[in-house]
């Protein structure tokens, strides 16, 4: 960690001390432990997501705690993000903003639209090269070859045998930390049994060197989640800026869930800080032409998705009625791995939202969607002094994927060159949803607006509502309760999960398009434009 008398002396102190001191005297911290109690290596390569045949099988080991001894499921996924600031454009070329998260690990992933989290062997990979501000943008902008996905800065450590053990080179993450926020924050995705261990180091906000704001991740919603790692700092703990701290989850029920910092919310909410996270289920790593009802019936024995819909009504998944609907048989297993662990859009066979044990919420390709609004006026406050106007709050850029239309359909990431005088990738998610032709897309929609109700409207396609708040729509009787609609309305820290279906070829067509849009006409604008603000396309493509 790095000494707390340096937050004390403001953020320009911090960075000269952090280019002056040796790295072994002052330095941030990851962690991605390659085996656990939970995931033993001796037992699993937790590189790489098993095929689910069975619930794990526990028993007490030699130190009184319960431990796998075989059909080890899950893996272990790690991460690392930056809390700071830095800027977004948006949809008339207003640079705004924002107190925000940014990648430092995964950076390529996320640059191409994917979730930055990683299994321990690319995570654990050191940087043999030199990283500069602005990484991978300035590298891929000046036409070279940028791949290092793994955490930034992690070296070596030369006082504990060069080996590499969570020391990190706090130059390194600075110089890609800073100025380096993006709008969503950096989008995460692990599977149903893994371990998930992510990082946030506090690099501080260049543009507000008078504030020594704090920073947490409050995964949203997420069931029986310990308070120490909840991420609410009066009962848990805040990130100093110069410091780092590893939350660690283990993978709750599969589902479309959210994250943001619980540090003064509504305005680190307002300013950006506000990201993605969804759980892969089960089901997808049900092997090729077996039984989706008998595998969700094995999972009845796991305790925790235990699910005796008789006696508790807050069961997750109930069992359907019986059926005999099996996994593709032409997806065979080497196949299943590459689904599983591959990121949206899933360009292989089927998959499934939930752990439906019907094959109902199966899906082609998916796209995350998050809702939000900036209220340009309290941004601008929000650089230069405090306290904004929070009775005065009102959204004026209403986003998705923190871009407003026409920008939704540019494909790849929108640099924006910050104050440092470096761009940055800064909206690296498209909105733009392609569909092959006579398949189905998963929208994974989330809302974390903060002033206002948001609706999205579908011309042409129906959408299918088959999840709620990281819930299949199912009573305890296992009947399904999906609806069809043109359109859905959420509040803030609400998500749903939508199929659109296009697998009638007659009505969706090769090269058709439809749009994504809200109704709500006020919130079709970009800030005194007309045009803009929610809407996106949706295409019917031969492949993607």
């Known amino acids: 960690m790095i000494n707390t008398q340096l937050v004390r002396l403001g953020l320009p102190a911090i960075l000269l001390a952090l280019l002056s001191l040796p790295a072994a005297a002052q330095e941030f911290r990851v962690q991605c432990p390659t085996s656990t109690i939970t995931h033993p290596s001796s037992l699993h390569n937790n590189n790489s997501e098993p095929a689910y045949t069975a619930p794990t ?54 640059a191409n639209g994917k979730p930055g989290t990683q299994f321990p062997n690319l995570f654990n990979t050191p940087f043999t090269g030199v990283l500069a501000p602005g990484d991978p943008d300035t590298t891929i902008t000046n036409g070279g070859t940028f791949t290092y996905n793994g955490a930034i800065g992690q070296v070596p450590d030369s006082d504990n045998g060069s080996i590499i053990d969570g020391h990190v080179d706090p130059r390194q993450a600075m110089d890609v930390g800073v100025m380096n926020g993006n709008i969503p924050a950096p989008m995460m995705a692990i599977d149903e049994d893994d371990e998930f261990f992510l990082t946030l180091t506090n690099v501080g906000m260049i543009m507000r060197p008078d504030l020594f704001e704090q920073h947490t991740v409050h995964f949203h919603g997420y069931p029986n989640a310990s308070a120490f790692y909840d991420g609410v700092p009066d009962a848990s703990v805040a990130i100093n800026i110069g410091a780092s701290f590893t939350y660690y989850y283990l993978a709750p029920d599969a589902g479309t869930y959210f994250w943001h910092c619980h540090i003064t919310p509504p305005e680190h909410l307002q300013m950006g800080m506000v990201g993605q996270i969804y759980v892969r289920p089960r089901q997808n790593r049900v092997a090729a032409n077996a039984s989706l009802f008998a595998a969700l019936q094995a999972q009845q024995v796991d305790l925790r998705t235990a699910c005796n819909s008789a006696s508790d009504i807050l069961c997750s998944n109930p069992l359907p009625p019986t059926n005999t609907v099996k996994r593709d048989p032409n997806l065979n297993p080497a196949a299943a791995t590459a689904v599983a662990t591959s990121a949206p859009p899933l360009k292989y066979a089927v998959n499934y939202a939930y752990n439906d044990g ?158 994504l849009y809200t109704p709500n006409l006020d919130h079709l604008s970009n800030d005194a434009e007309n045009f803009g603000g929610l809407m996106t396309e949706v295409h019917i493509v031969s492949a993607i």
């Open 57 to 110: 099988t526990l028993a007490l080991n030699s130190s009184g705690f319960l431990a796998p001894t075989r059909n080890v499921n899950g893996a272990i996924k790690c991460q690392q993000i930056g809390g700071g600031d830095g800027y977004a454009t948006m949809g008339d070329g207003t640079q705004t903003y924002m107190f925000s998260f940014g990648p430092l690990s995964g950076i390529v992933d996320i």
């Open 358 to 515: 019907d094959g109902s919420t199966a899906y082609d390709v998916e796209y995350p969607i998050q809702i939000h609004g900036f209220d340009p006026n309290f941004h601008f406050v929000g650089m230069t002094f405090n306290p904004e106007g929070f009775v005065d709050m009102k959204d004026k850029y209403f986003l998705l994927n923190g871009r407003s239309y026409p920008d939704t359909v540019t494909a790849g990431p929108l640099q924006t060159q910050s104050a440092d005088g470096v761009n940055h990738f800064s909206q690296p998610l498209p909105t733009i949803i392609n569909i092959p032709v006579g398949k189905k897309a998963l929208l994974r929609i989330s809302d974390l607006d903060v002033t206002e109700y948001q609706t999205l409207a579908s011309l042409g396609i129906p959408m299918q509502v088959i999840g709620y708040n990281a819930k299949l729509l199912r009573d305890q009787a296992g009947v399904n309760l999906y609806y069809n609609t043109n359109s859905i309305t959420l509040a803030g820290g609400e998500s749903l999960d939508v199929i659109l279906d296009a697998t009638d070829t007659t009505k969706y067509p090769v090269n058709s398009v439809f749009y």
